[in-house]
């Protein structure tokens, strides 16, 4: 089995990973998200989604049960709540919360 990589190893490849990604890229990934948000907030401070925003959040409404069963497809349900489970107490074991 290989050895995983060093903590030293990871830092630097998300480090030479931001360096190559292209700046219009992540223009591009934040122009598209608040396409999907009013860019003015109401009385309250909220912000709402734009008409293309309420027309992905019905596609995927509509598509979420099959993505999910495409996701789960060969994972038993008990597998799957054990790994939740898993992943939640490395999370906290780190001083992460969990929602």
């Known amino acids: 089995m290989p050895e995983p990589p060093s903590a030293q190893g990871v830092r630097h490849d998300r480090s030479s990973l ?3 990604q292209h700046p219009e890229a992540r223009s591009f990934a934040l122009n598209r998200t608040w396409g999907l948000i009013r860019p003015t907030r109401d009385a ?3 912000l709402w989604l734009s008409e293309e925003g309420e027309q ?5 409404a509509r598509n ?5 069963a495409a996701f789960h497809e060969g994972i038993d349900d008990a597998d799957y709540v054990t790994t939740v489970k898993v992943l939640q107490r490395l999370i906290r074991n780190a001083g992460g919360t969990v929602a």
């Open 44 to 46: 309250q401070d909220r």
């Open 18 to 20: 931001r360096r190559r």
């Open 64 to 68: 979420a049960p099959a993505i999910r």
């Open 56 to 60: 992905a959040h019905v596609a995927l």
